[in-house]
């Protein structure tokens, strides 16, 4: 019997996030590399830590914290080819990806969506065009540099009450998150720009009944009560129905004079997806097979926050979180390597390790399993959450001995090669 011809595939990762650098980080660990083209396209060079760019936001991190070149995680040109560029068309038809920069055509036999979200404003009056939406490492910069401008700006108009007010659009994750780190860079704002703390003013506004919908009703609360205590107004069960550049109006008839609204109400599935072909639900997010191939196309996958993912067991959509679009992107790798070698791909079943939300420099709430860590020692295990992922991607990182022993203090971490 003669030896079977292995013909060449080439596999396109679409995106470096948390779900699209899993999927190249285990393909290239593999021997898949070995007789085929393994292929990243992401917009820049590095990945950048999404899940902690609130900190660069408010100003409390830098920018370059949070982002690790790919160069230092993946064997380039060698098991992975990236291509620096912005997708600007999926072309199912052709099995083709166009990128915008350059013109270029990269033809695939297998391609994994991994794209990320963008933000859903929800068709409210004037938000698109009068906030500032978190996220990506460069929209955190944006918002650093517009709050330090309106706290200058502030010194030589002392009159306007609405350059010091801020207002948070969203009581999930994010917002939540940002709003316990932005109080708490206050008081060297202050410092900094000579400004009187009592005259910030801080809202975190959330159109559900509580922050953090769908979360713990223990860490909920628990989390509602140290913001209030920091000193943010926190508006749950009222939606923002208009914005302008001076003003947010929201249902009840309610007016808060602002020159500083941050957007984190919400995501939607990017663009590209729907554009390409590929069947969505109304937030734009595509809808795929328990194996996390596309409805519409089994070599291709879906993965991350672009992807409607619902949980076997509840039948509900999975919320698009980091922790899920790395173990997706896990799946997505494991089941590439078996339909390449002739095999089926298995399901993805998600694993829920619980949450840790940081409310500050300082604290923490948490729930995870059955522990409910609160304070400093929830704030040292989200920052040792990070560790482990840093470590995952074959980082060696460099932190303070106070990360190992002080569990009442939130350990400060500085990411090298």
């Not at 913001?227 to 069960?237: D, M, N, P, Q, R």
């Not at 339909?339 to 500050?360: H, T």
């Amino acid at each position: 019997m003669g030896v079977r011809e292995i013909r060449a595939k080439t596999i396109v990762i679409l995106g470096a996030g948390y779900a699209g650098l899993r999927v190249a980080k285990k393909l290239e660990r593999s021997d898949l590399w070995r007789n085929h083209r393994v292929v990243l396209v992401n917009k820049h060079n590095y990945h950048q830590f999404l899940t902690e760019i609130h900190e660069a936001a408010a100003g409390t991190r830098r920018g370059d914290e949070l982002r690790v070149p790919l160069a230092s995680i993946l064997d380039l040109d060698r098991k992975v080819q990236l291509i620096k560029g912005t997708v600007r068309v999926i072309d199912r038809e052709n099995r083709q990806v166009l990128i915008e920069e350059t013109g270029q055509e990269i033809t695939y036999d297998y391609l994994v969506v991994a794209l990320g979200s963008e933000p859903e404003y929800f068709e409210i009056e004037g938000l698109r065009e009068n906030c500032l939406a978190l996220r990506s490492l460069n929209s955190s910069r944006l918002i650093r540099t517009h709050i330090e401008k309106v706290f200058a700006q502030s010194k030589a108009e002392p009159e306007d009450g609405g350059l010091l007010t801020f207002v948070i659009g969203g009581g999930g994750l994010t917002g939540v998150e940002l709003a316990g780190e932005l109080v708490d860079a206050v008081p060297r704002l202050c410092r900094t720009y000579d400004v009187q703390p009592e005259r910030v003013k801080i809202y975190c506004v959330e159109a559900g009944s509580t922050l953090l919908p769908g979360m713990d009703s223990d860490l909920i609360a628990r989390a509602t009560e140290i913001l209030a205590a920091k000193g943010i107004s926190i508006i749950t069960g009222t939606a923002i129905t208009r914005v302008t550049d001076r003003s947010v109006s929201l249902a009840g008839g309610r007016e808060i004079e602002t020159r500083t609204v941050i957007w984190t109400g919400g995501v939607r599935g990017n663009r590209l997806i729907a554009q390409g072909g590929f069947t969505v639900n109304p937030r734009g997010r595509a809808t795929v097979r328990p194996t996390l191939q596309s409805d519409d196309d089994p070599n291709v996958y879906i993965i991350g926050d672009s992807a409607l993912i619902v949980n076997p067991e509840t039948g509900r959509a999975l919320p698009p979180t980091a922790q899920l679009s790395i173990q997706q992107g896990t799946r997505a790798a494991k089941n590439l390597i078996r339909q390449i070698g002739g095999l089926d791909p298995e399901p993805f079943c998600p694993v829920y390790k619980g949450v840790l939300v940081s409310l500050g420099r300082q604290t923490a709430v948490g729930a995870v399993g059955r522990l409910r860590p609160a304070g400093g020692l929830a704030r040292w295990l989200k920052d040792m959450v990070t560790v482990k992922y840093l470590l995952s991607l074959g980082q060696v990182t460099r932190f303070g001995f106070g990360a190992l022993a002080g569990l009442g203090k939130a350990a400060r971490m500085t990411v090298f090669r």
